[in-house]
């Protein structure tokens, strides 16, 4: 419930951030004045969406699954794992290309 809370502050904040700086704009743009930096509490309001986002983020998202080898064999047997195709053997068939002395058949 927190962590949605969060996400819902951050969003309104960068919302307000965003009106704000077109705001700013505008009026600096009316000034013929464009190239003036956005003032500093828009950055700031900013800055603090971005860390109320990550953190309501991180609080809402489910709880991490255990991706090891061991949690891995938990849910399968060793039949399951031997009854994958393995890779394809490819030394018999060296004896079809090449003969005892080394030199190609195929040349």
């Known amino acids: ?13 960068l919302l307000h ?18 190239e003036a930096p956005v003032p500093l509490n828009t950055l700031y309001e900013s800055i603090l969406a ?9 609080m809402n998202s489910p709880p991490l699954k255990d991706i ?3 949690s891995e064999m938990r849910k399968r047997t060793i039949d399951d794992m031997d009854a994958r195709p393995g ?3 490819y ?13 190609s058949r195929l040349t």
């Open 1 to 13: 419930m927190l962590g949605k809370a969060l996400l819902l502050s951050a969003i309104l904040l």
């Open 17 to 34: 951030a965003a009106c704000m700086t077109y705001d700013h704009v505008s009026h600096l743009k009316a000034l013929v004045q464009p």
């Open 50 to 58: 971005l860390v109320l986002g990550i953190l309501g983020a991180s």
């Open 68 to 70: 090891t080898w061991a």
């Open 87 to 89: 890779l394809a053997s």
């Open 91 to 103: 030394i018999s068939r060296g004896k079809l290309f090449h003969d005892q002395q080394g030199a």
